[in-house]
């Protein structure tokens, strides 16, 4: 298990509360929306190619959540994203972690929070993009990004995995949550990635369907 996961006792009750989540917010969307609604946490397919931009606003308890406001001026591309752009230099042009500012930038946010994804120390950093440098390799040789419930036995739909909001204009958004896991998507070269789902625009919910077409 990555250093960066939840210890199993941790994994259990995250499932637990997930599905009380689910069971509220899947039957209050159908009521609203129909069959078709978005469910909490659910698993979308989404072709890397539309993923262009990045739009940080909602977390992941907003999963599954039908929006009307969209904060337009919050959009930043994707590629301008500093752990999009240090993966890529890494694994593309040979660069030491040590020396894309990575291990620096995850050490200052230490240093102000006293942990950030379970890691605490500059060793556990360390280890953290050892594992990353594993994966990207796994993911070159198989093409193929796996879903949640592959990684982490019983895991909830696709919950802890690359957050993507549904925006008006029915394209993917980028939501914030697992940055190292789409930067090595994008680096490998994958075209469709498991996701789960962010908050859905109303204007997007036509568009949704698109997105559920399992490979």
């Known amino acids: 298990m990555s250093i960066t996961e939840k210890s199993g006792f941790e994994q259990i009750r ?87 500012g990575i291990y620096q930038r995850m050490m200052e946010y230490i240093r102000q929070r006293g942990r950030v994804d379970r890691l605490a120390s500059e060793n556990d950093v360390k280890i953290r993009y ?33 957050l993507v909001h549904i925006g008006p204009d029915g394209a993917p958004y980028f939501g914030g949550k697992g940055h190292h896991r789409l930067a090595v998507a994008l680096a490998a070269g994958v075209d469709l990635i498991p996701a789960q789902i962010g908050v859905v625009h109303r204007n997007g919910l036509t568009k949704l369907g698109a997105f559920r077409d399992q490979p």
Do not use: M
């Open 14 to 100: 995250r499932n637990w509360t997930s599905r009380l989540k689910a069971w509220d917010r899947d039957r209050k969307n159908r009521r609203q929306y129909g069959p078709e609604a978005p469910l909490f946490a659910e698993r979308l397919w989404i072709p890397v190619d539309q993923l262009q931009y990045a739009l940080k606003h909602w977390s992941t308890k907003q999963s599954g959540r039908v929006v009307s406001e969209w904060p337009a001026e919050r959009i930043t591309p994707i590629n301008e994203i500093e752990v999009v752009r240090a993966c890529a230099q890494h694994w593309h042009k040979n660069i030491p972690w040590e020396e894309t």
């Open 130 to 162: 050892q594992e990353l440098d594993e994966l990207y390799n796994t993911v070159i040789q198989s093409g193929t990004l796996s879903p949640r419930h592959e990684l982490i036995k019983g895991n909830f739909r696709e919950e802890g995995g690359i």
